[in-house]
């Protein structure tokens, strides 16, 4: 409920406030009512709510207004009333006389609708005869609306037209008390006979159904009401018996489908009359604040009064209705707390106030003097002797509802919580100064459980589990210790404000601003938060009812928690629909009887009324595409393809729930499953052409669901080059193209398969070569010459190690010289064996070394064969060779970096000199270096490699340096 009709409604029942009164829910401009002075309402065969206002038209969805004004084309801002046709036309009586009407999302009148300009005048009377037919009224004309086309009958000249009817699609006027019949040959009325109808005052002629109607009458001092049943067919009128009125008639409210007669008096009092038959007997009265307008009744049983200056006013069909308790607006009470006992309810405010209710009404309070003034009443529980405690903000006291009498406990203590320990008959006391136990039978028997400690909220029984709760966290008493409670309550992470135990013995806890939690057996089983529908987080109270249903009192609203098994559901409960505001401080729960305290008193209603279910229609009302808003009724669009951003608007039409739905939506050619919205609409950007079906369901605040999914399609068509022939022949050409280029590289594949294989040959002659250099007769000569004069110099043993290693490296250079590539062992093993003959076939002229990286793989088939060998037998002949005065040393480094780098290192005389020394000589020069450098370049073409090698004469970085470094890098 609005807060400014909370204040009239307390306001006016300051002086009643023994009486109770139906909550509604109010409309004004600030909730986006285009005016506060409405003239009249309708609900149109859709279910949408309209209002005639003096600033326009008003559309209402249960969520928001749309509004319509003269730049939508009505014809004047000021609407005196509305009327829908059978075909779902809404004509509006606009103040100037001008006619308009509303189809299919767009407001017509006589500028884009031309036939419209036929009418003159009418006087504010439309009615639908027949389908597909409507007939204005004029000052002196009639004009019927059919197929789009206006025609025009003269009236008869007489004082006053009151009815026009019709019988077997003819039509009547009567005026006076004479009936005219339509011509349509001669497009006049004529008289067709006299009826027994007085012509005398300021009447009105209201059809009620099936030939019955009721003439109504006024002159200075009384209002007259006729019923007449009028056989047009036979020419007879059969009058019942008149009802007087006193007081004066503003209008008249006809209700066919519930077969009620509205009557809106000038007191603001409203009395339905049943007219389902001639006793025309009251059913109901109402009375309002203000002067009422118009009431329409919608379909899902909820009643809306319109005011001529105060907005427009909800009762909801869920009948719930408020108690304002405080009798003085000047100091207006807070309530805290609610408990009931033999029929009856109390209720207890922060002045020491208790409120006693009986059916629904105040009929007493009692104030408890004992205390102080502004004494808050915390809790309230009644004991088996009936005897009801009272905690308070200055101590405890008993109030003895059988004599009607306060005793007040001699414990001065801020009071948080008070619980009932049934099986010990004790009552168990929260307080500011510790947690303390009051025997029921002799209240001077205090025992304190723990004291001189803030104690802000108790549950359990002394003699089973007792829980309370400090500033320091919860604690467990066994009965006779308090023992932390460390395995699950550093969850709360928040202050603990109450707690309740259900009959299967879970502990709710509800926290100050980390919801409420449910414990069993240690263990945490659920955790309510504002995820799983809480409004908020702060928690004031916890109920359990008979049902074993929990009720959770928070700073935004009731909610009432079922837990079924593994599952559970929440129903909430708020100004929205059934509370008076809410600030909900304590909740009882009598049978179905629910009794809600808020701030500013208490609200009560039958929990079956809600639990009933209905189903609602959900629309799309609005298409925007771009900057074009369309409100349409269509279900079938196009656009073209760079309108491809699209806004749809819907309505869920549940007024219950105000706007508090929730929608899920999908489009069936993009989604697998729903999507959920609390939004009113939803965007889709960047959609490509195509067709699209896009679908909408809606659930309300009480788990009813729409009666169907709404639905659209709409096509964003492709341009001329996203057509589908042109696809195909696009992708033809791209076909021919495959195969074009597929042709080319076969072409390019044998003429590269073609130059491998020239190269695979070049590189077999090349490592032929290679061998044959590498392995050259007169090392091999140098060799058996070393082993012969091992034997002439009687030293066999030697020259069998020689002879030994020299098959060993000879049987190993076949073996490989078919390999392109070889392993780091095989490498490994291979130039060890060389330098053992090499070293040997010199007399250990040098010495030698070889390092692996142990990060290395040394299996796999990374190192060209062959390759090192050359280099290493030119640093002993051409280098090593000529030291004089120093041994020779050799180092071989196998390293790993972001590649196998391979570093040769000898300390001859190094390149320069070396070269110096052959030319001197025959001028012989060793090809064995030009054979790998070539072998090298033939593998990097073949497998793609990136073999570099890089040989550098130490002496050229450093002159005080001799020697030469050949650096091998091998991409892994």
């Known amino acids: 409920m609005k807060p400014s009709f909370l204040f009239i409604l307390i306001l006016c029942l300051g002086f009643c406030s023994f009486s109770q009164e139906e909550l509604f829910r109010g409309y004004t401009v600030r909730d986006g009512l285009a005016s506060n002075m409405v003239y009249s309402a309708i609900e149109d065969k859709n279910g949408f709510l309209w ?6 038209v008003c559309r209402f969805d249960g969520t928001s207004f749309t509004n319509f004004s003269t730049n939508d084309g009505l014809t004047d801002i000021v609407v005196i009333g509305m009327f829908e046709d059978n075909d779902g036309r809404i004509w509006f009586v606009c103040y100037n006389q001008q006619p308009c009407f509303y189809f299919k999302g767009k407001i017509f009148n006589a500028s ?6 036929k009418i003159k005048s009418y006087n504010w009377h439309v009615r639908s005869i027949n389908k597909d037919e409507v007939w204005l009224l004029g000052k002196d004309h009639i004009y019927r609306f059919k197929n789009d086309k206006f025609s025009e009958y003269s009236l008869p000249k007489a004082d006053d037209v009151s009815l026009i009817t019709s019988v077997d699609s003819t039509i009547y006027a009567i005026k006076g008390s004479v009936l005219f019949i339509l011509d349509k040959n001669n497009e006049k009325f004529v008289p067709y006979s006299t009826l027994n109808i007085p012509v005398t005052g300021r009447r009105k002629i209201i059809e009620i159904g099936k030939g019955r109607y009721l003439l109504y009458q006024t002159d200075d001092q009384y209002n007259y009401i006729t019923p007449y049943t009028i056989d047009l067919s036979n020419n007879i009128v059969t009058k019942k018996t008149s009802y007087v009125f006193k007081k004066e008639i503003v209008k008249l409210v006809p209700d066919r489908t519930n077969n009620i007669l509205r009557i809106i008096f000038e007191d603001n009092t409203v009395i339905e009359k049943d007219i389902s038959n001639d006793s025309f007997k009251t059913i109901s009265e109402y009375n309002y604040n203000a002067a009422v307008s118009d009431i329409v009744i919608d379909k899902q049983g909820n009643k809306w009064v319109t005011f001529l200056h105060d907005g427009v006013e909800m009762f909801p069909k869920i009948r719930a209705y408020t108690v304002p308790l405080s009798a003085d607006i000047k100091t207006p009470s807070t309530y805290y707390s609610i408990v009931g006992t033999n029929g009856q309810i109390i209720a207890g405010d922060n002045n020491n106030t208790l409120y006693f209710l009986a059916n629904g009404k105040l009929f007493r309070t009692q104030h408890e003097n004992f205390f102080p003034r502004n004494n808050r009443i915390r809790n309230m529980v009644m004991d088996k002797h009936n005897k009801l405690w009272i905690g308070m903000d ?19 203590r801020n009071i948080k919580e008070i ?16 947690l303390f136990s009051i025997s029921c039978k002799d209240t001077s028997q205090v025992s304190y459980i723990v004291d001189n400690v803030r104690v802000t909220s108790v549950a359990g029984s002394l003699s089973d589990t007792c829980w309370y709760e400090t500033l320091n ?13 460390t395995v699950f309550s550093p969850s709360f992470k928040n202050r603990i404000t109450c707690m309740g ?4 013995k879970n502990l709710w806890v509800g926290t100050s601003s980390n919801g409420v939690f449910v414990v069993r057996s240690n263990k945490i089983i659920y955790h309510f938060t504002m995820a799983d529908g809480l409004a908020s987080n702060s928690c004031n109270n916890i109920f359990i009812d008979e049902r074993n249903e929990a009720w959770i009192c928070t700073v935004l609203g009731l909610y009432h928690v079922v837990i079924n098994k593994d599952s559970f559901s929440i129903n909430k409960y708020s100004d929205k629909n059934t509370l008076m505001d809410d600030q909900v401080n304590d909740v009882l729960v009598v049978k179905d009887t629910v009794y809600v305290v808020s701030s500013t008193g208490i609200t009560f209603f039958n929990k079956r009324d809600i639990a009933e279910k209905y189903l609602f229609p959900i629309y799309i009302t609005k298409v925007k595409v771009g900057n074009n808003e369309q409100y349409t009724t269509d279900s079938i669009f196009h656009f073209d393809s ?9 309505s869920g039409l549940s007024y219950l729930s105000s706007g508090e739905i929730r929608y899920a939506y999908y489009i069936e050619e993009l989604n697998d499953k729903p999507l959920f919205t609390k939004s009113n609409s939803i965007t889709y950007s960047g959609l490509s052409p195509g067709t699209y079906n896009f679908y909408v369901s809606a659930t309300d605040l009480f788990g009813n669901k729409s009666i169907r999914p709404a639905h659209i399609e709409f096509t964003i068509v492709p341009e001329w080059y996203q057509l589908i022939w042109l696809r195909w022949l696009a992708a033809l050409a791209l076909v021919a193209i495959a195969i074009f280029i597929t042709f080319k590289y076969s072409k390019q594949h044998e003429k590269r398969k073609r130059l491998r294989s020239e190269l695979s040959q070049t590189i077999s002659r090349l490592e032929l070569e290679a061998i044959h250099s590498q392995i050259k007769p007169h090392f091999i000569f140098n060799c058996l010459n070393a082993i012969q004069n091992a034997v002439y110099n009687n030293n066999v043993e030697s020259a069998s190690y020689f002879i030994n290693r020299f098959a060993k490296l000879m049987r190993k250079a076949l073996m490989l010289s078919k390999e392109s590539f070889i392993s780091i062992d095989e490498e490994y093993e291979f130039i060890n064996n060389y330098l053992e003959v090499e070293k040997l076939r010199h007399n250990n002229r040098f010495d030698y070394s070889i390092e692996v990286d142990p990060a290395l793989n040394k299996s796999a088939s990374i190192v060209p064969a062959f390759v090192l060998q050359p280099f290493i037998e030119n640093g002993i002949n051409h280098g090593i060779k000529y030291l004089k005065d120093e041994k020779g040393l050799i180092t071989l480094k196998f390293t790993k970096t972001d590649t196998l780098e391979i570093r040769l290192d000898d300390n001859g005389i190094g390149i320069c000199a070396s070269k110096k020394i052959s030319e001197n000589r025959s001028g012989h020069s060793s090809k064995g270096i030009e054979l790998v450098t070539a072998r090298i ?35 892994l």
Request: hydrophobic share 35%; glycine share 6%; proline share 2%.
């Open 501 to 504: 135990i259900d009959k299967s």
């Open 394 to 412: 200055d101590g405890v006291c008993i109030y003895d509802v059988d004599k009607k009498q306060f005793h007040p406990i001699n414990i001065k």
């Open 937 to 971: 370049a033939s593998l990097n073409k073949i497998y793609s490699k990136n073999i570099q090698i890089k040989i550098v004469d130490k002496t050229e970085l450093d002159k005080n340096e001799r020697g030469t470094t050949v650096i091998l890098s091998i991409n």
């Open 51 to 56: 209002f005639a206002t003096t600033a326009g």
């Open 419 to 434: 619980k009932y320990d049934e099986a010990n008959d004790l009552m168990l006391i929260a307080s500011s100064q510790g």
């Open 112 to 117: 884009n609708f031309k036939e419209l300009q």
């Open 473 to 485: 966290g919860l604690y467990l008493y066994n009965g006779k210790t308090s023992v932390p409670e």
């Open 642 to 650: 760079k309108q491809n951003t699209i806004s749809i608007s819907f």
